[in-house]
């Protein structure tokens, strides 16, 4: 199993809630805590949506930068729900539009 994308025996519902569980161990402060919490939700709640996910992943970094080194690890199996990303039904790579390589 490779440990930075997810496959079919590790499933969305495990990747978010390995990253609460470290959030939960690792960032101090209740309201930051809970920030983060929320972003996580929304996340998840969009990993169906490629657009809708990647607005959420992006207010999560956003919020998360002064821990970055403790949600650093999960950047690679969150990146497999963003639009870019070759195994999201649909996703176009960069310097491409809708999967169809942009000047083509």
């Known amino acids: ?3 930075y ?3 079919q025996s590790t499933s969305h519902d495990a990747i978010f809630a390995s990253l609460r569980a470290k959030l939960c161990r ?3 402060g209740s309201a930051m805590l809970l920030a983060l919490l929320e972003r996580v939700n929304s996340m ?3 990993h169906t949506e490629p657009d809708a996910f990647k607005a959420s992943f992006d207010d999560f970094v956003a919020r998360a930068d ?3 080194s403790v949600v650093r690890s999960f950047f690679p199996m969150l990146a497999c729900f963003l639009p870019f990303h070759p195994g999201v039904k649909g996703g176009a790579m960069p310097g491409q539009r809708g ?3 942009v000047g083509q």
């Open 1 to 3: 199993m490779n440990a």
């Open 5 to 7: 994308f997810p496959n």
């Open 26 to 28: 690792e960032v101090c």
């Open 44 to 46: 998840q709640e969009t």
């Open 66 to 68: 002064d821990h970055i």
């Open 99 to 101: 999967g169809v390589k």
